[in-house]
């Protein structure tokens, strides 16, 4: 009895399934990973403050916060950076006075977020009338562009 070799008969084939899903994965992984430059869009200008002081910021409740993002309420400074914190240290040095004024002092080089957790704390406790400080504009030169 003769035993044939089937070996011969089967031609190489390649596989493309695998190749490409690691192809496909490769895609996915670059179009995630990619970091679009979207600031050379915008083209942002930020404001000027030209306004007067306001007459009643001697009474005003003072908050600052630091460059390194830590609060300040009147003299006292809060212990931690959470806004429970916070909440605590302005009910214990504003009282139930609600309807005072809250001056809002915030650092150039402040974090967003440590100024936009003051507004929390703020608006969850109920002050609506919270004013910002800012730097006076620089005062315009004859033949300087505005």
């Not at 995630?32 to 942002?44: A, C, K, P, Q, Y």
């Not at 908050?63 to 809060?78: H, S, T, W």
């Not at 957790?117 to 730097?135: C, E, I, K, N, P």
């Amino acid at each position: 009895m003769r035993i044939r070799d089937h070996r011969a008969d089967d031609e190489p084939d390649i596989n493309l399934v695998p190749l490409i899903d690691v192809i496909l994965i490769l895609i996915i992984f670059f179009v995630v990973t990619t970091t679009f430059d979207s600031r050379s869009m915008l083209g942002l200008e930020l404001p000027r403050a030209t306004g007067e002081p306001a007459a009643d910021s001697a009474t005003a409740l003072s908050v600052l916060v630091n460059a390194d993002g830590r609060y300040f309420i009147g003299e006292q400074e809060v212990l931690r950076d959470d806004i429970e914190s916070l909440k605590t240290t302005l009910a214990e040095v504003a009282g139930d006075d609600r309807d005072r004024p809250v001056l809002l002092r915030a650092d150039a080089r402040t974090p967003h977020q440590a100024v936009v957790t003051a507004y929390d704390a703020l608006g969850q406790l109920g002050f609506r009338r919270v004013m910002v400080a800012t730097a006076p504009a620089p005062s315009a030169t004859p033949g300087s562009a505005p």
